[in-house]
């Protein structure tokens, strides 16, 4: 048996939403684009989406809007703080707009922001709040969006690894000024690859929606606070008014998305009871950690961490997973300092990272999937079992 990282939840109908496209000979943005969108935002319950050719992109593309605010806007050299533990391009777009970062330690039971240690790191300088919530587990948005209004600051959800998760009934996705997703083939809904940028703000909508599409005000709404499009003509539609990129979804992607969002629910909640048999296996286990969450995991995959520094047991733990062909990965990216890359960044870090690292060197993931997983899990936790 092979006990993969992800499965693929494609059928029939994908493939016929497809085919449609292809027959219709219309592959770049349109209206199933639109209506994805449309249809994404409701299931959300978000006000507006955008969607963009990855996770990535919608990432790069909100923190560039953050920038053409008329009002509380981020510039050059503000601060931003970070969870220690998440995706390089949750970091990346910081970079590249010259913000500077500050890394601030993981709670050890969630991989999420120790949340004490998020407030305690504010500083005059602090502009804005990265929050993620890791692997489908519910990071503490409701504090998370107190210190906001406390201290007067930006949030950017980036919910690519979260999709469908919930805090009291309100879905993460929903909290921060702009919150993403992402599409890829392993995530809760794939459309290949692909990512949604969602907002409640009109006009981080509008600047979302130039900046994905070179810059133009082609895709505006007539009444948008941009610039007056009142005017009509074919030139009125190719004015650049900001420096933006080309990073939209094609058709193919969109109307898979489309499917795949009516499964969405049945898909976590197949998730969830994969989750629950791993839980039963794996909580009483002497060696490792498992997330713990009081709120409504949406369970992306399986973290692993072992509950002591013993490189002897990692080592030989891994050695086990290839042995029997148990796929496994570093719990999301891995703690940001530990990588090369971070050299490349202007960053601080609130404190010494303890758990962050100690979740690099000594943890991993598996998989979950939208189908029936429990061979697998029962396979996995018998092979971990007497380590
Ligand atoms: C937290 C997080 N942010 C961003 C991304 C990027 O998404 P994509 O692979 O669609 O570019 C990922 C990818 O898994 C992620 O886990």
């Known amino acids: 048996m092979v006990y993969k990282l992800s499965y693929n939840t494609w059928s029939g109908k994908e493939k016929s939403a497809l085919q449609k496209v292809i027959k219709s000979g219309m592959f770049t943005m349109g209206k199933n684009v639109a209506d994805f969108e449309k249809k994404f935002s409701n299931y959300l319950g978000r006000k507006y989406s955008v969607m963009t050719n990855s996770g990535s992109s919608a990432n790069l593309i909100s923190i560039a809007s953050f920038f053409y605010k008329k009002k509380n806007f981020l510039k050059k050299g503000d601060e931003v703080i970070v969870p220690a533990i998440s995706w390089s391009t949750t970091y990346t777009p910081l970079q590249q707009y010259g913000l500077k970062l500050k890394f601030v330690d993981v709670d050890i039971d969630t991989l999420n922001i120790d949340i004490k240690k998020l407030e305690k790191s504010i500083t005059k300088k602090t502009k804005m709040i990265v929050s993620v919530s890791i692997l489908g587990c519910p990071t503490k948005l409701y504090e998370i969006n107190r210190l906001c209004k406390k201290y007067n600051l930006l949030h950017f959800e980036d919910n690519c690894e979260s999709l469908g998760a919930k805090i009291k009934r309100r879905k993460t996705g929903t909290f921060g000024d702009i919150s993403t997703h992402s599409f890829f083939f392993s995530h809760h809904i794939s459309t290949m690859e692909g990512g949604m940028l969602s907002t409640d703000n009109f006009e981080i909508y509008c600047i979302a929606k130039s900046l994905r599409a070179h810059g133009w005000t082609r895709d505006l709404p007539k009444n948008n606070p941009l610039i007056d499009k009142k005017k ?156």
Do not use: W
């Open 232 to 387: 009509q003509g074919i030139f009125e539609e190719y004015k650049f008014i900001l420096p933006g990129y080309n990073v939209r979804s094609g058709e193919l992607n969109a109307a898979a998305g489309l499917v795949q969002l009516q499964k969405l629910n049945k898909m976590i909640h197949t998730r969830r009871k994969n989750l629950q048999i791993f839980n039963k296996l794996f909580q009483k286990h002497d060696k490792f950690i498992i997330q713990k969450t009081d709120d409504y995991h949406s369970s992306f995959c399986f973290p692993l961490v072992l509950k002591k520094k013993n490189k002897f047991l990692k080592n030989k733990v891994l050695k086990i997973l290839s042995k029997l062909n148990i796929q496994f990965r570093l719990i999301t990216g891995g703690c940001f300092t530990e990588h090369k890359y971070s050299k490349h960044f202007n960053y601080t870090t609130h404190d010494k990272l303890t758990n962050a690292k100690h979740a690099h060197y000594y943890g991993f993931f598996v998989g979950n999937s939208s189908i029936n997983l429990s061979k697998q899990i029962n396979f996995l936790y018998k092979a971990l079992k007497n380590i």
